[in-house]
């Protein structure tokens, strides 16, 4: 069974630091690219960061750009989410996604998931 497994969310205050895992079961992350999308409380989802497995390029949201560092470990199977001076507009639900084709264009800037983890809730709040 493919299974993208999120953690690492939790309450933190304004200009705290959180690092979110994904980790994949079933398959291996090397061979896809990988993203990380966020939804808030009446808000539609949106992409965050996506890298790609071919030559580790990046993509960043506008919005995060400078303070969340998106990585991966192959050797464990795992991707991270660094998150710095978090703000509370940065609170919601954090998805792990990856497309089975195509690059990070196709995950980030299309939009086109192919498998979503269950999320983790972040929340930056004083």
């Known amino acids: 069974q493919l299974q993208l497994v999120e953690s690492g969310g939790g309450l933190v205050q304004p200009g705290g630091s959180l690092r979110l895992s994904c980790a994949a079961s079933?398959?291996?992350?090397?061979?896809?690219?990988i993203g990380w999308f966020r939804q808030a409380p009446g808000k539609e989802r949106e992409a965050v960061s996506c890298?790609?497995?071919?030559?580790?390029?990046?993509y960043y949201a506008d919005s995060v750009k400078g303070r969340f560092t998106i990585s991966r470990d192959n050797a464990t199977n795992t991707v991270y989410l660094q998150m710095n001076s978090l703000r509370p507009e940065d609170t919601a639900v954090y998805y792990c996604?990856?497309?089975?084709?195509?690059?990070?264009?196709?995950?980030?800037?299309?939009?086109?998931?192919?498998?979503w983890g269950k999320g983790t809730l972040v929340t930056v709040s004083s």
């Open positions: 996604t990856i497309t089975v084709q195509g690059l990070l264009f196709r995950l980030c800037v299309l939009g086109q998931v192919d498998l």
């Open positions: 079933g398959f291996t992350l090397d061979l896809y690219a």
């Open positions: 890298i790609n497995h071919n030559d580790d390029s990046t």
